[in-house]
């Protein structure tokens, strides 16, 4: 289930023509970078690019997540050869799946929790 949630989400971000209106943290990059890594092994480029679907990151705010992510054990790293030269790619690790399907459990929570209030279903209760 997760990874279909997942792939409907990245699925959409391929279509948005803009990034989005609204700030990106942190945690949530790191959520989209291991979507991303799930669906198959990337580098950095196409990770950041694929992130600036929805967000205005710089490659030096990319990286040092990457780093995080990698020294946490969530994803390892490799060198392939591209056009004559090394290239870096992300691979996500068992550790890095389950803490995945964490922050898509805390993604759905939230995201119904903002619908909830947008939709107008949810409302502190006034004592």
């Known amino acids: ?3 279909i949630i997942i792939y409907n989400f990245y699925t959409y971000l391929k279509t948005k023509e803009h990034t989005m209106y609204f700030p990106t943290s942190s945690i949530l990059i790191e ?4 979507a991303i890594i799930d ?5 950095g480029y196409e990770i950041s690019q694929t992130i600036k679907l929805v967000a205005n990151i710089k490659e030096s705010t990319l990286y040092p997540i990457l780093k995080k992510l990698e020294k ?6 490799y060198s392939q050869a591209y056009q004559g030269r090394k290239r870096k790619y992300y691979s996500i690790t ?3 799946k389950n803490h995945l399907q964490f922050l898509n459990e805390e993604w759905l929570t ?7 209030i ?7 209760d006034k004592d």
């Open 31 to 34: 959520f989209l970078i291991l």
């Open 94 to 96: 068992q550790e890095g």
């Open 39 to 43: 669906r198959e092994d990337s580098y």
């Open 1 to 3: 289930m997760c990874k």
């Open 110 to 116: 939230y995201k119904e929790t903002l619908d909830g």
């Open 118 to 124: 947008v939709e107008g279903r949810l409302r502190h």
């Open 72 to 77: 946490a054990g969530y994803m390892t790293t």
